[in-house]
């Protein structure tokens, strides 16, 4: 794998200051708040590793996260609403599609562009969605304009943000819609990216600060018309717990089989090369991609040899009351990230939804005379 040096995309300078290091990445601070993956790997092996199945959690496990995608879709789609009521709507990176499917009740025509293939023919064949599995460019879904364009947490894994926004604009109708959230990474501290505890490297290439949206939006003729944000820390502290009950209790049952074959994988874990220096290794040295798939092979292979296999499967095939626990649950996980969030004091790690309006050449023209 080759990797290249990068700048920051706006201000065009290089950063010495090195904030994260995970998987052998570095992550650098620009000045400006953004956290960009520097060296990173070329274009065509990130775009290769959205076509595999390894790419960011797996695939299959985001189709069984159906009614988390409904439940948020539907938070989402109220929003987007209160903007445009309906037209030709794109998703980017729609993953399992649900907000695609859900945008159909209010009276939107969804379109997505879906660079994974299992997940591109569930929402194809499934939820019969055009989807498209090439990057988005002039000539995808024949040159149509759209009244929406969306991406959800999305923004962080394109190789070029700016270019893609251009085209976003390109392709929306008068007065269009760019709808799409993200985290607000670029303003945290090296101590809350810790207390994050992971940022996804390499997959998320950028993290922005308020600053950079707001700069990326202008530069490429949009106009923020609406900023929500979401304080997660809450959300981020009950996963933490959850996650510490959820081990003890597996603990606690004694499920003798789960407990060794985590153990086991902990331990393997534990001596990679990557988890035992990863100071010292650079990405060059390990082949950094391959040491990723073994790690993700590895948690799979974890996966197989559980007898039961994951918490949804495990309710798929039980009973109703179970699959209402699960409802219920889901439900106040997204309540305390989205209504709970929302008035929680704006420190640290945030999701923040952007609604930006396409402007015009005429828009351009009267902001700049005003100044
Ligand atoms: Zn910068």
């Given at each position: 794998m080759t990797v290249e040096e990068t700048k920051c995309i706006f201000c065009r300078r290089e950063s010495g200051r090195v904030d994260w290091?995970?998987?052998?990445?570095?992550?650098?601070?620009?000045?400006?708040?953004?956290?960009?993956?520097?060296?990173?790997?070329?274009?065509?092996?990130?775009?290769?590793?959205?076509?595999?199945?390894?790419?960011?959690?797996?695939?299959?496990?985001?189709?069984?996260?159906e009614i988390w995608g409904r439940l948020n879709a539907l938070h989402r789609l109220r929003i987007l609403r209160r903007y445009k009521r309906q037209g030709d709507l794109l998703e980017i990176g729609p993953g399992s599609g649900y907000f695609l499917?859900?945008?159909?009740?209010p009276g939107f025509n969804p379109f997505g562009i879906e660079l994974n293939l299992r997940q591109s023919s569930f929402i194809k064949e499934k939820l019969k969605i055009q989807v498209e599995t090439s990057p988005f460019r002039d000539?995808?879904?024949?040159?149509?304009?759209?009244?929406v364009i969306c991406h959800f947490d999305v923004i962080s894994h394109f190789f070029d943000p700016i270019s893609e926004c251009k085209q976003f604009h390109k392709r929306l109708k008068e007065g269009g819609i760019l709808f799409f959230e993200t985290g607000n990474g670029g303003d945290l501290s090296k101590k809350w990216l810790k207390f994050i505890g992971r940022l996804q490297y390499p997959h998320h290439l950028f993290l922005f600060s308020s600053r950079n949206i707001e700069q990326l939006c202008q530069e490429t003729?949009?106009?923020?018309?609406?900023?929500?944000?979401?304080?997660?820390?809450?959300?981020?502290?009950?996963?933490?717990c959850f996650k510490y009950f959820k081990y003890i209790f597996l603990k606690k049952t004694g499920k003798a089989e789960v407990k060794k074959t985590t153990r086991g994988f902990r331990g393997e874990v534990k001596n990679d090369k990557l988890v035992?220096?990863?100071?010292?290794?650079?990405?060059?040295?390990?082949?950094?991609?391959?040491?990723?798939?073994?790690?993700?092979?590895?948690?799979?292979?974890?996966?197989?040899?559980?007898?039961?296999?994951?918490?949804?499967?495990?309710?798929?095939?039980?009973s109703m009351w179970k699959i209402f626990l699960l409802r219920i649950a889901i439900r106040v996980n997204?309540?305390?990230?989205?209504?709970?969030?929302?008035?929680?004091?704006?420190?640290?790690?945030?999701?923040?939804?952007?609604?930006?309006?396409?402007?015009?050449?005429v828009d351009v023209?009267?902001?700049?005379?005003n100044g």
């Open positions: 290091e995970e998987n052998g990445f570095t992550g650098k601070r620009c000045d400006c708040g953004l956290l960009y993956v520097s060296p990173r790997p070329e274009m065509k092996e990130i775009l290769s590793w959205y076509n595999s199945d390894e790419a960011n959690g797996g695939a299959r496990s985001r189709i069984r996260s499917d859900e945008s159909r009740r000539s995808s879904f024949n040159g149509i304009l759209f009244d003729g949009f106009k923020i018309v609406r900023v929500y944000r979401y304080s997660i820390l809450f959300h981020l502290v009950a996963m933490k035992k220096s990863p100071k010292n290794v650079t990405p060059v040295e390990t082949g950094v991609q391959n040491q990723l798939k073994s790690l993700d092979s590895g948690f799979r292979r974890n996966d197989e040899k559980r007898t039961k296999r994951t918490f949804y499967e495990t309710i798929k095939n039980d997204l309540l305390i990230r989205y209504k709970i969030g929302k008035w929680l004091p704006k420190i640290g790690p945030q999701t923040v939804i952007y609604v930006a309006k396409k402007q015009s050449v023209e009267q902001n700049n005379k």
